[in-house]
């Protein structure tokens, strides 16, 4: 049982043990009162508040963490750090990050703060498509404005677990050429991309329910056998977060085939997350003895509103395509992610 809803998303979750509240509603064959806790009844009810194989939950740690990662996730999927184009881009990408010591995660996945996901299809045009070319000192063939959205929705139902959820997002953001590129080499066999300045606005959601049988297990006292059995689980999370990012970016190019990326940015976020988790299951034994036992905890956390990081990323400028992977790393703060995706440049 201790797999319990053992999925990614969830690993943070499992930690401090969750106090389950025990009922028994009958002794059976075994001496009682089971408010005794000399008499036989009495040591069973210990033995089964002392379970070790019931689920071991604690979500405080995890409405904060999760509203953070939840907005880290997309870091890096709404604008362009690698190029620069003249008409449009497109590229669609998927982000994954992870609050919590680096030091702690390799060893023990489940001292994890939060875990978010990201996805994204962002649209870029360069400005140039304006009929003017310039509106005091903003030169529209410097300006890129990008679009990114996606919504997934999640529903699944394998061995025992029911996974309904969505993931979503929405952004606008603007890029600006401070510095102009540099041709180093001749026949850009060698560039450097210049200075570029980002912001924007991204909306970021991430709803998810999951329901799980568990096992049947066994607790054993003075020698009794007594059988968990029709246990469920529900774990519901329900986050979201609006960021403000202010970024800066350069890139270099060699011989056409490798970029390599990198940069600064800082973040104002806010938003918030709710978590709830309930468990619940009968146990009985041949005499008679029967119990009911039950676990709720709910908690609601938001992100750190402001915060900086770094990024660095390496492109592959394949035929047709690029393809890059993004490593973001948080300032002063346990956050970690990345992102992977493709990108299709005229």
């Known amino acids: 049982m201790k797999n319990l809803i053992y999925l ?80 449009i881009t497109v590229k669609p990408s998927f982000g994954i990050a992870i609050k919590g010591d680096p030091e702690l995660l390799s060893d023990d996945p489940e001292s994890a703060e939060g875990i978010g996901l990201g996805a994204a299809l962002s649209v870029g045009l360069n400005m140039s498509l304006l009929p003017v070319n310039k509106i005091g000192p903003i030169d529209f063939n410097k300006l890129d404005v990008f679009v990114s959205f996606m919504s997934y929705s999640l529903n699944q139902d394998t061995d025992g677990t029911e996974i309904d959820g969505e993931i979503g997002s929405f952004g606008v953001f603007a890029r600006y050429r401070l510095i102009d590129s540099v041709d180093i080499v001749p026949g850009y066999l060698v560039e450097w991309g210049g200075l570029h300045l980002h912001t924007g606005i991204q909306r970021s959601s991430m709803n998810i329910d999951v329901n799980q049988k568990l096992d049947k297990e066994t607790v054993t006292s003075g020698g009794v056998n007594a059988e968990f059995q029709n246990g469920f689980a529900r774990f519901g999370l329900e986050t979201e977060n609006t960021s403000i990012p202010i970024e800066v970016s350069t890139f270099l190019r060699l011989g056409y085939v490798f970029t390599f990326y990198g940069g600064a940015g800082f973040d104002y976020t806010f938003g918030s997350s709710d978590i709830t988790f309930e468990a619940d299951g009968d146990i009985t034994e041949g005499s008679g003895f029967a119990a009911e036992v039950s676990a709720s905890e709910g908690a609601d956390g938001g992100p750190e509103a402001t915060a900086f990081r770094s990024f660095a990323g390496l492109q592959f400028n394949v035929p047709f395509a690029r393809l890059y992977a993004q490593f973001n790393k948080g300032i002063g703060n346990d956050l970690n992610g990345v992102n992977l995706g493709a990108k299709f440049t005229w």
């Open 8 to 87: 990614a998303l969830l690993m943070p979750c499992l930690g401090n043990a969750l106090e389950f509240d025990v009922n028994v509603t009958n002794c059976g064959g075994l001496s009682g009162p089971a408010s005794d806790p000399n008499s036989d009844c009495g040591q069973m009810k210990a033995a089964i508040e002392n379970f070790e194989d019931l689920p071991d939950v604690s979500i405080d740690k995890y409405a904060d963490g999760v509203s953070d990662a939840n907005a880290f996730a997309l870091k890096g999927q709404s604008s362009d750090y690698a190029d620069n184009f003249s008409f």
